[in-house]
């Protein structure tokens, strides 16, 4: 019987080693590759909030790319919507493809992570290009959007909600 076991755990440890090795492509190598593309010197830089989020945004003139902690903003924001919130300030003033956009986001979730990156944007393209201000505007982007959870109250469950009343 000893000898089944010694068997059995030489060819476990036979399989281990046979194992094919895993890509090494880390965060830490994107976000290298990323850092050194990106000059902030001549960028407009704006901040944007959301939630409990900031939103730290520069823009340059480029081709549109997109990161946001170093890390490509398809790859961040996962989520179709998401995604489509970050590209609306450049829909509204018809600037797609022509800055790039490098934002450092913390805080929050990732619904309120993408509501601070736009309120950045937003306001960055307002100083880069005044003219854009009206357009901007009357989306409302400028606008900070102050909904914030509210907290928790003293003998509630949750902000608002109270225990069940019971009557007996």
Known sequence: MTEVKKTTAAAKTVKKAAAPA???TTVAAKKATVEKSVN???AVYATGKRKDSIARVYLT???GNMTVNNIPSNEYFKRA???MILAQPFGVTK???SYDVHAMVAGGGLSGQAG???HGISK???KAEPELHSALKAAGFLTRDSRVVERKHYGKRKARRS???SKR
Do not use: H, I, N, Y
Request: hydrophobic fraction near 35%; aromatic fraction near 4%.
């Open 163 to 165: 225990t069940q009343f």
């Open 124 to 126: 960055a393209l307002d």
């Open 40 to 42: 902030l010197t001549s």
């Open 22 to 24: 895993k890509k090494t």
């Open 116 to 118: 601070a990156v736009k």
């Open 81 to 83: 919507v998401l995604q």
């Open 95 to 97: 600037r797609e493809g």
């Open 61 to 63: 003139p480029g081709k």
